[in-house]
């Protein structure tokens, strides 16, 4: 039977836990931020390298390695901006963390800022999100009135200042690009790259764009080490990982996992299974932008290398379990319908691609799919991969080409059906 890790929701399932300043203390709060003091920006970037931990919000890169890159000796400020924009349908992990450990996140963005030298972050924050929003604010107001950010981080420290961004909604906004213009007050569009923000991001000065949950990880690196860090997951992949299950499960939730930990677990132990005894049908499992896999694919490890072995991604760990009562055709005409409503516009396979898909699923739903229109949607699906300014394209055209592929029957009886 699977047990939850609680590393990064020690305090949250601690019914006592006062979520307040004084309340973090009490649970062993800033310690790692206090040591963090002491340590040179270069020994926290390689502790965190030595760590393995890989960015959560959704690509895996070594964060390490990327705050590696930051422009040194530009003149310029470097800038840290957290990405709490969690639009990724079934997502809902940064919020938790947000709303019930505010102080745990903070932390591990002051210590992040240490570590690439930013002396004002910004927390950028899904608008629908009001709540944390509210909850970060009165956070951030207990470390200002207790002296620890403003002049002296700390009372001893450098300057430190961080400062919460709402969006409005856009699940663009979310690419790190697009999120960048939408502080800077201009239309979320994902920027051409490069140049990288680690170069040219916020107000064209170094930058770097980390998840929320990526953040949060820091204290425990700080505090126990890189080596307690990995113990959490196999070689190369790091740590405890919270994931989003939701769908048909009897217990929907946010989880904290190992990853080492076996998919089909995750959806039996702590999913209780499939309600009402009914049979699995398929899994997305990282998000509505991650290939599907079917009841039988599901015996897999719940780890980024793992699953881009088994052919898709660990995405932003979100995992949307459906059973076999549900109309894929449907599912994917969900799907599709919100990628081609959240596209941009600015590159033609994403504005047009999306809109296609759309139409042709549409037509099999309303009884004018044929063999034909099948084949064109899953090619569809295909140019709009790898041909776009940012990874939305991918994000649409991997679930089209999975389900048409995987599911391609449930097409053709859709359509009988429907006839
Ligand atoms: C269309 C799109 C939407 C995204 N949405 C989010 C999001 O809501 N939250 C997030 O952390 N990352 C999101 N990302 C990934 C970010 O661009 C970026 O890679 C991430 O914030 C980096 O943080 P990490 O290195 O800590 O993972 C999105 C990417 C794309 C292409
Ligand atoms: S891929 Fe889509 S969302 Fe991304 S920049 Fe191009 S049009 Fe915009």
């Known amino acids: 039977m699977l047990e939850e890790t609680l590393i990064l929701f020690r305090n949250i399932r601690n019914p006592d836990y006062d979520k307040s300043l004084k309340g973090y203390k009490k649970a062993g709060g800033l310690k790692a931020l206090k040591q963090a003091l002491e340590m040179q920006p270069d020994e926290i970037v390689q502790l965190t390298k030595d760590s393995g ?248 490890t719940y780890s980024f290398d793992a699953l881009a072995q088994a052919g898709t991604m660990m995405g932003s760990a979100a995992i949307m379990v459906f059973d076999e009562d549900t109309d894929v055709v449907k599912l994917l005409h969900r799907i599709v319908r919100f990628f081609s409503h959240e596209s941009c516009g600015q590159c033609t396979p994403c504005r047009e691609g999306t809109h296609w898909a759309r139409m042709i699923i549409r037509d099999f739903l309303n009884g004018n799919g044929n063999e034909h229109k099948l084949k064109r949607l899953h090619r569809v699906g295909g140019n709009m991969m790898g041909t776009t300014v940012c990874a939305l394209g991918d994000a649409c055209g991997m679930p089209i080409q999975s389900f048409t592929t995987k599911f391609a029957d449930e097409f053709r009886d859709v359509q009988a059906l429907a006839a």
């Not at 979320?188 to 764009?209: E, I, Q, W």
């Not at 309600?275 to 896999?293: D, E, F, M």
């Open 53 to 300: 931990l890989r960015g959560r919000g959704g690509a895996g890169f070594p964060t390490g390695l990327k705050w590696s890159f930051m422009a040194k000796d530009t003149g310029k400020p470097t800038y840290l901006v957290c990405n709490a924009d969690e639009s990724e349908p079934g997502t809902c992990k940064d919020r938790e963390l947000m709303l019930h450990d505010p102080h745990q996140f903070l932390e591990g963005m002051m210590i992040s800022c240490l570590a690439i030298g930013c002396r004002h972050g910004y927390i950028y924050v899904r608008g629908e999100y009001w709540p944390s929003i509210k909850s970060l604010n009165a956070a951030l107001q207990e470390l200002y009135d207790d002296g620890i950010l403003g002049k002296k981080l700390l009372g001893k420290g450098p300057k430190l200042d961080l400062t919460v961004h709402p969006g409005a909604g856009a699940y663009i906004c979310g690419e790190e690009t697009a999120l960048l213009d939408s502080i800077e007050g201009k239309r979320g569009h994902p920027r051409v790259k490069p140049p990288f923000p680690a170069v040219s991001g916020f107000n064209a000065c170094p930058t770097t764009v980390n998840n929320v949950e990526t953040l949060t990880c820091l204290p425990f690196i700080v505090n126990e080490g890189a080596e307690a860090f990995k113990a959490f997951g196999p070689e190369n992949n790091a740590g405890p990982h919270l994931i989003s299950l939701s769908g048909h499960v009897n217990k929907p939730g946010v989880y904290e996992v190992r990853l080492d930990a076996n998919l089909k677990d995750i959806i039996y132990d702590f999913g209780g299974g499939i309600p009402n005894g009914k049979q699995l049908k398929g899994v997305i499992p990282g998000g509505a932008s991650s290939s599907v896999l079917t009841a039988d694919e599901i015996d897999v």
